[in-house]
């Protein structure tokens, strides 16, 4: 997995990036380590993956979600669409989102 030509699957390009890039303090940077190193957030992440499918159908990837994220708000219930969406459809999205607050 490359981003802009790190491998970012490897727990030492994530601490340079980190460090670099957003400024992560080196009192940090063994938290960090032990963190990625260790998997720490591997299950709050399937967590939130399974409530994804669970709450909004989701199967794939892209998938977006828009609106509240308890499920209602004053726009009425999140609108969620799956694969590469053109521009025009979040315009519309937020448009319409934007009328019902006025």
Do not use: W
């Not at 989701?58 to 977006?64: H, N, Q, R, T």
């Amino acid at each position: 997995m490359y981003e802009c030509g790190d491998n970012i699957s490897l727990v030492e390009t994530l601490v340079r990036i980190a460090t670099e890039r957003l400024g992560l303090e080196e009192r940090e940077v063994s938290h960090l380590r032990d963190h990625l190193e260790n998997n720490d957030g591997a299950k709050s992440v399937m967590r939130e993956i399974n409530t994804g499918r669970k709450r909004y159908g989701i199967e794939g990837v892209p998938f977006f979600v828009i609106g509240a994220e308890d499920g209602e708000s004053s726009v009425g219930r999140p609108y969620g669409f799956s694969g590469a969406q053109d521009q025009s459809t979040f315009c519309e999205v937020f448009e319409e989102m934007a009328g019902r607050l006025a």
